[in-house]
């Protein structure tokens, strides 16, 4: 299988770091993270040197940072502990920490990280179920429910239908209007057809409005674009 995007916590550490140089060879692009408490720079200095690879000081108890630092790995590989365990009688907090708190955040994050993380399952399962069974994804974009974002994130009461989505993304997404949930269905069914989707399998419909093409920004067009468009008609007005 191919591994385009991993995520390596712990990356400065002994094993860690040789993964990174290892990941980075097989032509993948890597983020590293690590707090640097027992990892040393100098395990990544052939790392650095990588255009593929992104560096995150960050310690894995700060549940947010990480979060938003493993969002869009397809992998993540968890090397970061605490793991000199032999004064783990002076300091059994340290050892809880930095063990099995940091390990349970890295796995809420991965959970967080869902989209991308599931990219990476639609494509394994489609690959180990074949050719019994086909496996798609669809990847709607924002729609108005009652979505919300995780607690740990300080998200939990707040809806996405708080949000005026219909004030603010015309402006902001290429197809210039939110779409209603009804109006994702369709890609369900197709993926459900088995005269229609003959050819695929592993596949992600990113069928988000083309949100997914730039992010959050103004779109280059915008609605005055017939407007500037005629504005440079020979003859016209300036
Ligand atoms: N080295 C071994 O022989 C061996 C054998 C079996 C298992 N392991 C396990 O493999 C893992 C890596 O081992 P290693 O030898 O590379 O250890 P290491 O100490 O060299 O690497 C651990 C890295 O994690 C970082 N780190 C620690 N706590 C962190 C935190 N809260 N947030 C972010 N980064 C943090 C450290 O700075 C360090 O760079 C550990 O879980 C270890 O228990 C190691």
Redesign the pocket.
Known sequence: MTINKAFV??C?????SNLVDRLLGIGCEVVG???????QREFLDQALRHQRFRLIE????DASTLTSAIDGAEFVFH??????VRLGLHHPKKDLE?NTV?TFNVLEAMRYASKHAVVGLVKQLAFELAPQVRVNGVAPGGISTDLRGPESLGMAQRSIASIDLNKTAPDRVPIGMVPNASDYAAAYVFFASRQDHIPATGSILNYDGGFGIRGLRQTMGGRELPQRIAQTKPGASS
């Not at 993270?33 to 990892?39: A, E």
């Open positions: 916590t712990g400065a550490g002994f094993i860690g993270w690590d707090n640097f408490s027992t990892g960050g310690d894995s108890l090397l970061a502990a605490n793991a000199d930095h940091a």
